[in-house]
């Protein structure tokens, strides 16, 4: 952590809303990827981003600087991703989103041949996205959607390289299963 | 079993253990040397690090793309209006430390009050509600003045909508933005 | 002593909008601003309570939140915000019943009158004002009450 960063983060302990705005500023963008990494809805995301930084003002004064000040906002993101799909398979959805009267039918499960267009494509990911548990999806978006080395992802996840290792092994077979055709003869 | 050094053909079982790593960038020097020497000659390997690659871009594009047309419309704002809604006390507890009413909890004057006060609101509530209910619902648009656009005035009440609709001539649309 | 007039008070205030209109000074409005297109999808989490009364009436497939702010008004005091595309919305409280506040909203460009209307507004009902186009979307205005 640069001392810049470090100075940002205890004049947000202290309370100092400026500093939790040059967070903000520097981390948002991230924050959305890994939470549309997760939703892939842009308003979802957008509320996750929200309530991230929100929780990040709230509890920072718990962060010790043990770890990376970034692993552990990304963990705090993930976390509050995963609580917000978690909320959301409970609740019917309101908005008029993306895949709101689109529906993956049967048939083209039973149809690997067919053309997808680009919606179904990203429909079929994210439904592939949500059968993994929510370490391996965790460890998957780190990986291929911000980069995160292992040894980051460990930091970011409160798990060892090892295990990173088995679920990203684990994550990435499992999807590449669901999502065999597309995967074999690229996009 | 393989040999160590680079100019010896390590074997596809032995490679495969390391093609994430190597996918991921996380082998060390020795390690990418004997992927890289196996590659050209295991088609097999190849066709999976191509998988993984595919299944990448597939998981990362539409992250990209999405955060790069994004413009985060008011989201520093809801932070701020969040932080600032979570630490405003509620307006009971405001209220009940204003109060200080455990001195008359102690004098037992409280619970007549509230009684008193839900026997006035018990008895006059029915009343009321009698009285405003049979007043009529006006209109929610009083009036529409325009000389620019022709108007519509869309007004149902399941759901509670009201919409006034400007169309614009074509003078305003070739002078819109 | 001070206690019991305080609560006595509390008492009489919360009785008090049953006995007739209440004179507040001022009404508080929320002003959103949105475009609305076929371009895309998607519906700004800002504007969920809108989301039965736009549908209702409208196919579009986005909508997206542009301003949001809320103005306190007082009697015959004009508020003016500027709004897409290069107008300015003008309101002001013309009269306050007990449910409803009447407030007239104009809206002008280079100050020129392009719309007046008077509409009333009460707690959970929105007025939405639309149909200026800003490039392929439409822009619509949401009035709703805050109190």
Partial sequence: MDVNEAQLISRCQQGDQEALKEIFNQYHQKVYRIA????????????IAQEVFIKLFRSIRQFQGKSRFYTYLYRMTMNTAIDHTRKMKKVP????????????SDDAERRPDRILDHKELEA??????????????AVLIFREVEGLSYQEIAEATGSSIGTVMSRLHYGRKKVQELLKDYVERGR | MWKGGGSVKSECSSISRLLEKYFDQEVTQKE?????????????????????????I???????EAAEKETFPWVWEKVERGIQRKERPGLWESLWSWLDVTSLRKRKILIPAVAAAVILILITAPLLYKKISSYPVPSVVEYVESETYNVMVYELETPQVTVIWLFEGPEEESSTS | ????????????????????????????????????????????????????????????????????????LSPNQSVSLSIPPERSLELTLINQHRVAAEI????????????????????????????????????IVALSRLQ
Wanted: proline residues 4%; contains cysteine; glycine residues 6%.
């Fill in chain 1, 36 to 47: 549309y990494g997760v939703v892939r809805q842009r308003e979802e995301a957008l509320d």
């Fill in chain 2, 32 to 56: 990418r040397s004997l992927v890289e020497d196996h590659l050209p000659d295991c088609p097999a390997c190849r066709m999976a690090l191509d998988s993984m690659q595919n299944l990448r």
């Fill in chain 1, 93 to 104: 959805s309101l908005s008029m989103d993306e895949e709101e009267g689109f529906q993956l």
């Fill in chain 3, 104 to 139: 007239r909203v104009k809206i002008t460009r280079q100050g020129r009158d392009l719309l007046t209307t008077l509409v009333r507004l009460a707690p959970g009902r929105s007025v939405s004002i639309g149909g200026p186009k800003r490039g392929e979307g439409t822009i």
């Fill in chain 2, 58 to 64: 597939l998981i990362k594009s539409p992250v990209e």
């Fill in chain 3, 1 to 72: 002593m001070k206690r019991k007039a305080s609560l006595f008070v509390i008492l009489i205030l919360l009785l008090s909008p049953f006995f007739g209109a209440v004179a507040f000074a001022q009404v508080q409005v929320r002003v959103r601003v949105m475009e609305a297109s076929n371009v895309g999808s998607g519906f700004d989490s800002s504007l969920r309570d809108l989301h039965d009364q736009l549908g209702s009436l409208f196919s579009f497939s986005s909508y997206r939140l542009l301003k949001d702010e809320s103005v306190n």
């Fill in chain 1, 124 to 137: 079929r990911v994210k439904w592939a996205m949500d059968q993994l548990s929510p370490d391996q999806k």
